[in-house]
């Protein structure tokens, strides 16, 4: 029998990520992820029996970042005038 679905007919259990599987998919750092956990915005983390790693529901986590979609940072390299840059 297959342990990732169990439940009721038509229910389909979702699938668990770890924080390492949210960087790779969702092209974001750990810092970034644990700073959204520190502000009680990103998705809890689904016990699990037997394991210390924290894991996530995926579905929980593609709609959040679905809702809050990655924004460049403000490049400071572009700032102040380049001609005045210029080390001598």
């Known amino acids: 029998?297959?342990?990732?679905?169990e439940g009721a007919q038509g229910e389909?259990?979702?699938?668990l990520v770890?924080?390492?599987e949210?960087?790779?998919r969702f092209d974001v750092s750990r810092q970034t992820i644990h700073?959204?956990?520190?502000r009680?915005?990103?998705p809890l983390p689904v016990p699990t029996v037997g394991s210390t790693r924290m894991r996530?529901?995926?579905k929980a986590v593609e709609e959040f970042f679905a809702a809050n979609?990655?924004?460049p940072g403000r490049r400071t390299d572009l700032e102040g005038d380049s001609d005045t840059d210029a080390t001598e």
Not at 1 to 5: I, K, N, Q
Not at 12 to 15: A, D, K, L, T, V
């Open 18 to 20: 770890t924080i390492k």
């Open 35 to 38: 700073k959204f956990r520190r």
């Open 12 to 15: 389909e259990e979702s699938e």
């Open 56 to 58: 996530f529901d995926l």
């Open 1 to 5: 029998m297959d342990d990732v679905t």
């Open 69 to 71: 979609p990655k924004r």
């Open 22 to 24: 949210i960087e790779d």
């Open 40 to 42: 009680g915005v990103f």
